[in-house]
């Protein structure tokens, strides 16, 4: 059996809107990848790149366990890989020359890397395993320990006679409850609990239950799991969270692309919930349309659901129409009331610089915001990612940028109908817009003896309104230039 060193590229550190968030979640694609070649004899380890300052600290770990092969295996759960950050692949192809020169053979998998597997292999992998990556990184590993050609190993590109060779498509995973638990011993949990209890209160950590999204998005990129759905059942999710009680968890953050889309599934994973004991609070990412049914968030509510993250994106139908959504601005109203009755959270992502967007359709987005006062708000531009209807649309105006340095970037990489200075302009305006609605609305509950005023935010106010206005002068003359 080989020895085998698994990490990732995914450096808080090296991203400083993430770092400055100060909510780390430990790499669960990684840990899972680990646990999958334990589970196949092999002497594994993780070196756990997201707390860390540098990929050069991997060279000592390299020294002392001496890995035969080094996996660099990124956390597909983790929407922050699915943008493909410059300063992470970066980071990466440091990893892999250091391996390299260590005298290890090198296995990548990620999103970045199924969309630019020839840049990885340039920089020194000796393989990049493509898409869902378990299965083809337990045969790579395999192969390499018989010494066997990896060229016969499906699902994976390399370098053959120094031209770039995709073998046979592999078959995707289907019964997810046949993999292992994540390897959470693997890693050290302590940091990022004191980060998370320093920052925010309390100690959140991350769990998926499905794989995908079925749905059809434009915009949207599925370089790992692709256009499907497949589920774990809830009595292997609630398996593993029994496991995570030894960490001691206040919060889970379900990453999955969609929570609980089969039918009955929440409904089993309450009533297991309760038959066990347990008890949860956590956040989900969804759908306007899949939250219209009473009867699964009343589920959801009595399994511990607190806050969803929907794909609100605009305000306007006509750009939810462009994208592909399958929503409507009425759906969104409808969902974010009826949860709200139910006392969850709702917060949205939001997304301008779609093709075709008029100042019309972006005032329509900032109203819906003011009008229904959402809990929080993630602003970004679009977003053109290979493999996406919208990537095709746009990839003959893109410019040399062709992805964001950190994900505090927000350039526009297409010609649009403003330029990027009024887009990065634009996500200020939103924000301020929206902080200024709060302090109002903080204002207003004094004044009428209402609960929910908060002297800071009431006196937020004096900051806010001017900010917004100044905001939106600049924008103007952005707009005109």
């Excluded at 968030?21 to 990684?30: E, I, M």
């Excluded at 002497?43 to 020294?63: A, K, Q």
């Excluded at 496991?243 to 001691?248: A, G, M």
């Excluded at 009343?298 to 994208?323: C, N, R, Y």
Aim: proline share 5%; with cysteine.
């Amino acid at each position: 059996m080989a020895r085998v060193l698994i990490t990732h590229s995914y450096f808080y550190r090296l991203d400083p809107k993430q770092w400055a968030d100060a909510r780390p979640y430990p790499p669960l694609g990684t840990m899972l990848a680990a646990a999958v070649l334990r589970e196949q004899g092999h002497d594994v380890e993780v070196f756990d790149t997201g707390l860390r300052n540098s990929p050069d600290e991997i060279i000592p770990e390299i020294e002392r366990f001496r890995p035969h092969a080094l996996v660099v295996y990124d956390d597909g759960f983790n929407y922050l890989t699915k943008m493909c950050l410059t300063v992470m692949r970066d980071a990466a192809f440091r990893m892999i020359a250091i391996a390299k020169d260590a005298g290890c053979r090198v296995a990548v998998n990620g999103s970045d890397a199924t969309d630019h597997s020839e840049a990885y292999l340039n920089a020194g992998a000796d393989v990049v395993i493509l898409g869902e990556g378990e299965p083809g990184m337990q045969e790579v590993i395999a192969t390499w320990d018989a010494n066997a050609p990896i060229d016969e190993v499906a699902g994976v590109v390399l370098l053959k006679n120094r031209t770039v060779h995709k073998t046979a498509k592999r078959a995707v995973l289907r019964e997810l409850d046949a993999l292992p638990l994540p390897a959470w011993d693997l890693i050290d949990v302590d940091p990022y609990r004191a980060i998370w209890l320093r920052s925010q209160g309390f100690f959140s950590l991350n769990m998926a239950t499905t794989r995908g999204c079925p749905f059809k998005c434009n915009w949207c990129a599925k370089p790992i799991y692709g256009n499907r759905y497949n589920s774990r059942s809830p009595e292997h999710v609630v398996r593993e969270f029994e496991l995570l009680q030894q960490y001691k968890p206040d919060h889970i953050w379900f990453a999955d692309d969609i929570f609980g889309l089969k039918p009955g599934w929440v409904q089993r994973f309450r009533d297991l919930l309760i038959e066990r004991g347990l008890k949860i609070r956590y956040k989900i990412q969804s759908r306007v349309d899949l939250l219209l049914e009473s009867d699964t968030i009343d589920a959801l509510v009595a399994s511990g659901l607190e806050e969803v993250w929907v794909g609100a994106e605009s305000g306007s139908q006509h750009i939810l129409d462009a994208m592909d959504k399958g929503t409507t601005v009425e759906q969104i109203a409808e969902a974010t009331r009826l949860l709200r009755s139910k006392g969850v959270r709702v917060c949205f992502f939001l997304q301008f610089g779609y093709l075709g967007e008029t100042d019309v359709d972006v005032e329509k987005t900032i109203r819906m915001v003011e009008d229904l006062m959402p809990d929080d708000i993630g602003v970004s531009v679009s977003y053109p990612l290979p493999g996406t209807v919208f990537y095709e649309k746009v990839k003959t105006d893109l410019n040399a940028k062709a992805n964001w340095t950190d994900s505090d970037d927000l350039a526009m990489m297409f010609r649009n109908r403003q330029r990027p200075a009024y887009y990065k302009r634009l996500h200020r305006y939103v924000h301020k817009r929206y902080r200024r609605k709060q302090a109002l609305l903080a204002i207003r509950s004094a004044l009428s003896g209402r609960p929910g005023f908060t002297p800071k935010r009431a006196l937020s106010a004096l900051y806010y309104m001017p900010a917004a206005f100044l905001e939106g002068e600049r924008l103007k003359r952005l707009a005109k230039a």
